[in-house]
DNA sequence: TAGCAATTGTTATTCTATAACATAATTGCA
DNA sequence: TGCAATTATGTTATAGAATAACAATTGCTA
């Protein structure tokens, strides 16, 4: 399966590699406790809020307080690494962490299945329309709230 | 001027009014309290936090406690009066408040300016690559953070 | 007028995020 | 290696945003 196949999803392993690889190249640190909070975010079904990692994290036997966890995320977003989305003040995992995005997020209301969407077209097309403004674009955050294929089917698994 | 003239902008009294109307038509109260918070919004320059307009609720002589603002600003959200903007925790007037959308708003990073764009094509072509990917559409929020014609040019007056 | 529902008042608490300063680890260089 | 400068983490306290729970009030209606 490669990346370009529909259906494909990179590995755990693969995606901690992949950020390993991105942070060295740019030279900064993807340090112990900021890998483990990228891991905690991958390893979850479901965005995460700041609080729930920081559970996580002293389950681990870590030690740490709010700015521990939210300073590794600042660095995990500065990254381009995690979105945060702000509607529900929660984290997640960026699933095309190679090219900087604000990302379009397909939240479901019903089971809290969140899914990356970043269409281009979309992406274009909402910088043109800010251009016919005459305003500038740094970043854009697009959130849809609604309802997923499983929902909507009666499926879902509702992890969460 | 009428409504479809670039650059029209409803005065004041006038968007008060429509809101009147628009609760009477649906059979909602638009109470003392209510109408005071949707005003306090629309008379400031910049979209506005909740305490922020309690502490205006408070120079006004009435008592009140941060439920009192959010069980307004709940009304003011539910009958599409007014948005909320997750990404700044603040709250903005609804410059097309017949139609019910999400909203989509240029805000900038330089001078906090924000406006709403509401393009129906971003609206439009969203919806499309949601249900390409068969999710159902209830509400969208497209927040793009950016810089102003204005603050471009050097020459934003910077209200605040 | 009594009764019911909707609205507002009030107190306390939860959840999210940051400020400020202390300590530890890492890096670059003499 | 030894040391200063930088970066990262630990720690305590606080700020900021939102809600829970219950009491009092208002407005409508039978
Ligand atoms: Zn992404
Ligand atoms: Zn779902
Ligand atoms: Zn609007
Ligand atoms: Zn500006």
């Known amino acids: 399966m490669y990346p370009s196949d529909p259906g494909y999803a990179p590995s755990f392993d693969t995606?901690?590699?992949q950020a390993e690889t991105l942070c060295q190249e740019r030279g900064v640190r993807?340090?112990?406790l900021r890998r483990r909070v990228l891991e905690i975010i991958w390893s979850h079904p479901k965005p995460m809020g700041a609080y729930a990692i920081l559970d996580v994290l002293r389950?681990?036997?870590?030690?740490g307080a709010p700015p521990t966890v939210y300073r590794a995320l600042d660095f995990l977003l500065e990254q381009g690494l995690i979105h945060r989305l702000a509607s529900l003040n929660v984290?997640?995992?960026?699933?095309?962490p190679g090219s900087r995005h604000g990302g379009q997020f397909?939240?479901?209301r019903?089971?809290?299945q969140v899914n990356e969407m970043n269409s281009p077209a979309?992406?274009?097309l909402l910088c043109a329309e800010a251009a016919a403004h005459c305003f500038e674009v740094l970043t854009q955050m697009v959130e849809v709230l609604g309802r997923c294929p499983d929902c909507q089917r009666g499926t879902s698994s509702d992890v969460g």
């Open 122 to 124: 979309v992406e274009n």
């Open 59 to 63: 389950g681990d036997g870590r030690q």
């Open 91 to 96: 984290y997640a995992g960026c699933c095309q």
């Open 106 to 108: 397909l939240i479901c």
């Open 30 to 32: 993807l340090t112990d």
């Open 110 to 112: 019903d089971c809290g």
């Open 15 to 17: 995606r901690l590699a």
